[in-house]
């Protein structure tokens, strides 16, 4: 299947910093990401929908200026933690469709973010 | 949006017993459902699908059927081991456009 590659996998940082996420589909094109925050034992939330080349649609509920979100090409999505605060630690994970109908999902990895 | 309910939350079977997972999605534009199995601190996997076209779809040990009229599908696991414990998890989603998921089912398969 198609590999969907996510880096960092960890990250910690000081509450008031910024931290960037990369998600990258390497051996196909995703016009469109998808962003989930995963908490212990829970469920997978959809953040955002990441649009290559336009504007990110994200779910309600979910901070614009707080969760930034660049699809600049067809193969990359960032997602970028601004200002975080010790409430912003969880696991985010990206996705990418793939497939005959673009319905195949091919997650990332994941990035467990710290916020100290 | 669509909003996708999972039962039951946690699930313990003795191996070679079966194991069925429940899921509702509301919105009836929905016509594509995967099921999802994520290991301990690893990626979602795709271990099966059904587009709602079809009411039944099987793969060796796991199994999925859909009643498009009620907006409920399930996961049938037969003959379970203990490599099946997971966190399952499933989905609805439009053509590929937007993934909900469910709340997960944490399997464990008893040896």
């Known amino acids: 299947g198609a590999v969907v590659s996510q880096h960092p996998s960890r990250v910690i940082c000081k509450s008031g910093t910024s931290v960037k996420i990369e998600c990258r589909s390497l051996d196909f094109q995703a016009t469109t990401m998808f962003w989930y925050r995963q908490f212990p034992k829970k469920s997978l939330m959809l953040m955002a929908t990441?649009?290559?080349?336009?504007?990110?649609?994200?779910e309600q509920g979910v901070e614009k200026d707080k969760f930034l979100i660049n699809h600049a090409s067809l193969t990359l999505s960032t997602l970028t933690v601004t200002s975080a605060h010790p409430e912003d630690s969880s696991f985010y994970i990206c996705s990418a469709p793939s497939g005959l109908r673009n319905e195949k999902l091919f997650f990332g990895s994941g990035t467990q973010l710290s916020v100290l | 949006g669509e909003n996708v309910e999972q039962h039951p939350s946690t699930l313990s079977v003795q191996e070679g017993d079966s194991a069925v997972i429940k899921c509702t999605y509301s919105d009836s534009a929905s016509n594509y459902f995967p099921w999802y199995k994520q290991e301990l601190g690893k990626r979602p996997q795709l271990i099966i699908d059904i587009r709602s076209n079809v009411g039944e779809k099987k793969d060796q040990r796991i199994a999925v059927t859909l009643n498009k009229t009620a907006k409920h599908f399930s996961l049938h696991i037969t003959e379970t081991q203990p490599e099946d414990s997971a966190v399952y998890f499933c989905?609805?989603?439009?053509?590929?456009?937007?993934?909900?998921f469910g709340t997960g089912t944490s399997l464990t398969v008893i040896p």
């Open positions: 990441s649009n290559e080349g336009s504007k990110a649609t994200y």
């Open positions: 989905a609805a989603s439009y053509t590929g456009n937007q993934f909900y």
